[in-house]
């Protein structure tokens, strides 16, 4: 199997969707969560690279940023961790690729601090 992976569902959707209601301080928390994870330059280019490509990615992100690769792999643990990406192993590796609901919550999230609230 290639490093490059076409299969765009390799990487199986999280067990818990985002989306839902979200009330009072947590909608802040949620965001300054993922705000967090992005708040690295190298994790900014990681997940812009998952975007462009929209496929799952295994090895070519180290070929692709100015980093070693036990950087780049910290780094994919933060943005997991905040599931803005997903990855699976495919041998001895781990593929990565978006998680497209995060990134629709993070927007929206992110929006509403730009709309006004009618409370």
């Not at 705000?35 to 990681?46: E, K, N, S, T």
């Not at 812009?48 to 490509?53: D, P, T």
Request: with cysteine; proline share 7%; net charge negative.
């Amino acid at each position: 199997m290639s490093s490059k992976q076409s299969d765009k569902q390799c990487c199986p959707p999280a067990e818990d969707e985002f989306g839902g209601p979200v009330k009072g301080g947590e909608a802040e928390s949620e965001l300054a969560a993922m705000a967090q994870a992005l708040g690295h330059p190298i994790r900014v280019a990681i997940l812009r690279i998952l975007i462009e490509r929209q496929e799952c990615v295994c090895g070519e992100l180290v070929e692709e940023l100015p980093v070693a690769q036990s950087t780049v792999s910290q780094h994919l643990k933060k943005l997991k961790q905040a599931r803005l990406i997903r990855g699976t192993v495919d041998g001895p590796r781990v593929c990565y690729c978006i998680e497209p609901a995060a990134l629709q919550r993070f927007q929206q999230l992110f929006g509403a601090i730009l709309t006004p609230s009618e409370e």
